[in-house]
């Protein structure tokens, strides 16, 4: 089974590809910025059925495609692991020839992705002293290897949201958890979104209670953003919910019932919602 650093990983990965290729592999990045570049999620389902059981999959591929095929699509194979003691170069390599052959490629690029410190290999060479018969690397990321105030500045939202997880003294994890809260605003307009990421950045700042008082108290006005686009984003559901039960149980509703909705806040749309359960007529759900 995945870990849950495994499927934040795999979510923030797939949200963003060309950000994590930038940070995790930036040699090569080089067009992906061009219009129409595609990245395609590869299914999971489809490397079970044809690999076996033998070989754990990666967390996510992604396969990037270039609309003038000036190159040929390139695959990038991305894998968290939260301990360096538990990665294999062996098995990364066995993988990615395992996909190589599957997919009928050799553009595969493999990159590993650390959330703590350690020693790991990045390179494998099977051979003799006479010659080298397999040649194998992939690409190291270690957030642990990177100083969170290199990065508090960053355009790339990857980084911005995992300053949390890069190093830092305790002294500074509110003005880190400040950096990544304020680039997830700048850097992301969608507010579903943002809400989203908020809870990947709280899981790994793991701030106190004293830690988030200082926090409102030192930013109010980011603090209270944060608490609007969550208002919002709960709003917005309960507004959606009761919609359609209306429309379930009475048609659609009117458009001057629908400007209501739309005003209303969370307390009344809960009222309404536990009204229109029961109600036989749309006056029974809409009374002052």
């Not at 949201?161 to 304020?182: I, K, T």
């Not at 988030?212 to 980011?222: G, K, L, S």
């Not at 659609?252 to 739309?262: L, V």
Request: charged residues 30%; proline residues 5%; hydrophobic residues 40%.
């Amino acid at each position: 089974m995945p870990s849950s650093h495994d499927q934040n990983f795999k979510n923030l990965i797939l949200d963003y590809p060309r950000q994590a290729i930038e940070l995790f592999a930036p040699d090569e990045a080089e067009g992906l910025s061009a219009p129409g570049v595609r990245y395609l999620p590869v299914r999971e389902e489809q490397l079970k059925e044809r690999l076996g059981e033998r070989f754990r999959e990666l967390d996510t591929p992604v396969l990037v495609e270039w609309p003038d095929r000036r190159r040929e699509a390139l695959l990038f194979l991305f894998e968290e692991e939260t301990k360096t003691r538990r990665f294999s170069i062996h098995r990364l390599a066995h993988y990615c020839l395992d996909i190589a052959e599957l997919l009928g490629t050799e553009r595969i690029v493999p990159v590993v992705i650390f959330l703590r410190g350690g020693h790991y290999v990045t390179e494998l060479r099977l051979g003799s002293e006479r010659r080298v018969y397999l040649a194998f690397a992939c690409h190291a990321y270690a957030f642990r290897q990177q100083q969170a105030r290199d990065h508090f500045s960053s355009p790339n939202l990857i980084a911005r949201l995992n300053l949390p997880n890069m190093r830092h003294a305790r002294s500074e994890r509110v003005a880190v958890y400040a950096q990544a809260v304020r680039g997830l605003l700048e850097l992301e307009p969608d507010p579903e979104r943002q809400l989203k990421y908020l809870d990947f950045v709280d899981i790994y700042a793991h701030l106190s209670e004293e830690e988030r008082m200082i926090y409102q108290q030192e930013h109010a006005p980011e603090a209270a953003a944060i608490s609007g686009f969550a208002e919002r984003f709960l709003r917005q559901g309960e507004a959606s919910l009761l919609r359609r039960l209306l429309v379930k149980r009475f048609g659609e509703p009117s458009e001057s019932i629908q400007q209501r909705i739309a005003a209303a806040d969370a307390d009344t749309l809960a009222l309404w919602f536990d009204r229109a359960l029961e109600a036989h007529a749309l006056e029974d759900i809409f009374f002052d």
